[in-house]
């Protein structure tokens, strides 16, 4: 694999996924990014990139539904190999608007795998970067291993459900190389603040009320970003063509108990705040539709084949992350100052997003 495809690079794991390629991962090829640049996608993220790895990064804004732009980027640069995480991915959007979830999740992935098999250039690899969530969800017992039946509950998930199952029978059908890997909730630097931890740090901080949705016992099992990007690195290399890998955290934690940890260590390493202890802050509002009540994900397979274990203890990572944020205010500012997430922040949680007296 000497010139990876990564689409939707400029997201959060696709971010994380091309730093560690370029930098730590022992590969030495292009890494080619094809991202359209959604409300969720930053081109900033990558400048550092584009500076330092002038030869081995290139950035192309296209949407991955565009076959001709595609065909030409397949063919410009010899694409040998693709890391596909172009997708929505925020549930709560897909509840409101579905439409764009299965126009790229499912279409997306659709012309990808039409113009991977149509291809002049040898393909390596068509790598696929999917969700636990697919697996619908768990009572208080058992976990998710890949023999799990899709029972998917929101139309996000029921759209990364389907676009699997395409990936699955191109490989079938017409021998395609491809790998499936299906993780649990990650977290870690550059995830835009409409998802849980990056939502929860920057209110509190603000002093702003911490929406649980429920009564906040669902269980969620985190996964520091960087370990999620070493886990499809080791399955783009090793994992058996036309077979799918679970990754995950082992570490499971019911939605309020998550919320209670972020507080107190920001109240330990950002001391003095009006609203102190920050636990005040927590407020319950309605539960999500449909909200799946666990997840937790049997990785045996991939520690088994590949020798892949998570090396982040949660105490490391929500750290690190927490440092990240207060380190990078004018990346935050410019999302938080934009129409976009204003306009979302007010639609999801209403006027109630005033700093608490
Ligand atoms: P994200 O929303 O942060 O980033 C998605 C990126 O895709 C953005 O840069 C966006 O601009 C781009 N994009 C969207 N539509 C596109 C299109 N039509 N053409 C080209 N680019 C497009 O998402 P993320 O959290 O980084 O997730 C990446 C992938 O990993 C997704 O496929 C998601 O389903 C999967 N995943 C995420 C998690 C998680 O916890 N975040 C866990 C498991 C799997
Ligand atoms: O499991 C993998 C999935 O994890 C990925 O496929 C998705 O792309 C990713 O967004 C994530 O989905 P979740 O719905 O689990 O993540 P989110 O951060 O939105 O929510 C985590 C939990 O926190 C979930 O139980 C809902 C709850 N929650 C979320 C928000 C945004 C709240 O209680 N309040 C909130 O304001």
């Known amino acids: 694999m000497q010139n990876i495809l990564v689409t ?15 930098s730590n991962a022992g590969f030495n090829g292009r890494i080619i990014n094809v991202d359209k640049l959604t409300y ?3 081109p900033d993220n990558l400048v550092a990139a584009e500076k330092k790895y002038v030869k081995r990064y290139i950035f192309e804004k296209v949407d991955i539904c565009d076959t001709r732009a595609m ?11 693709i890391c596909n995480f172009a997708a929505e991915s925020h549930v709560d959007r897909s509840i409101i608007e579905p439409d764009a979830f299965i126009k790229t999740n499912i279409e997306g992935t ?14 390596k690899l068509f790598h696929h970067v999917s969700t636990d969530e697919v697996y619908g969800s768990l009572g208080m017992n058992g976990y998710f291993t890949e023999h799990t039946p899709y029972r998917p509950n929101s139309p996000y998930s029921a759209s ?25 909730n990650n977290y870690g630097p550059y995830q835009f603040p409409e998802k849980m931890i990056p939502l929860m740090i920057l209110n509190a901080l603000e002093g702003k009320p ?6 906040g016992r669902n269980v969620r099992d985190w996964l520091f970003v960087t370990d999620h990007c070493q886990a499809i690195w080791k399955i783009m290399q090793a ?3 036309g077979e799918m890998y679970n990754i995950g955290g082992q570490c499971e934690m019911a939605n309020i108990d998550l919320v209670g940890r972020i507080c107190d260590l920001l109240d330990d390493m950002v001391p003095g705040a009006a609203a102190s202890p920050r636990r005040n802050l927590i407020t319950f509002v309605e539960d999500r539709p449909g909200h799946d009540k666990r997840y937790a994900i049997d990785f045996s397979k991939l520690t088994d084949e590949l020798g892949w274990m998570p090396q982040e203890t949660f105490e490391s990572g929500i750290r690190k992350t927490i440092e990240w944020y207060l380190d990078h205010q ?15 922040m007010k639609q999801q949680y209403g006027e109630n997003q005033k700093p608490l007296e």
């Open 8 to 22: 939707g690079g400029c997201g959060f794991i696709g971010t994380n996924f091309i730093y560690y390629m370029l």
């Open 40 to 42: 969720a996608g930053n």
């Open 71 to 81: 065909a030409d980027i397949f063919d410009r640069y010899a694409v040998d190999a």
């Open 110 to 123: 659709f012309r990808l795998l039409e113009l991977a098999r149509g291809t002049k250039h040898q393909l």
């Open 160 to 184: 990364k459900a389907s676009s699997d199952h395409l990936v699955r029978a191109y490989f079938k059908t017409y021998g395609l190389p491809v790998t499936i890997s299906n993780c649990s």
């Open 210 to 215: 911490l929406p649980v949705y429920g009564d």
């Open 239 to 241: 994992g058996k063509r």
């Open 330 to 344: 004018a990346w935050v500012d410019q999302i938080k100052n934009g129409a976009h997430y204003q306009r979302w």
